[in-house]
């Protein structure tokens, strides 16, 4: 089983990224997958799951702003991160599982950084 994050970057805030998770050794669609964003100084946090069923967990601080998708034919699973804030900058991970507890695969992380 492997995770590959991609698509962190620089951006204003306002901008918008979009983060992919690519996976394999797994069926995509079998899982629930999960994004987790951990800042400096401070612990990891759960953003965004979406279950094998297609439903969707988005935490509140970034509900209406951030879109969790999946690709099953492309075996990739994605973060739409629109009007980004200042609060948003943090080492962003895809995982297999929706609470840390449950994860049983980490990605590596990917860097996003909202800065003017």
């Known amino acids: 089983v492997q995770l590959q994050a991609s698509g962190g970057g620089l951006v204003q805030p306002g901008g918008s990224l979009r983060l992919s998770c690519a996976t394999s050794?797994?069926?995509?669609?079998?899982?629930?997958m999960g994004w987790f964003r951990q800042a400096p100084g401070k612990e990891r946090e759960g953003v965004s799951c979406?279950?094998?069923?297609?439903?969707?967990y988005v935490a509140d601080s970034v509900k209406g702003r951030f879109t969790i998708s999946r690709d099953n034919a492309k075996n990739t699973a994605y973060l739409q991160m629109n009007s980004l804030k200042l609060e948003d900058t943090a080492v962003y991970y895809c995982a297999r599982g929706c609470r840390p507890t449950y994860v049983d695969y980490w990605g590596q992380g990917t860097q996003v950084t909202v800065s003017s």
């Open positions: 979406i279950s094998s069923d297609g439903s969707t």
């Open positions: 050794g797994f069926t995509l669609n079998s899982f629930t």
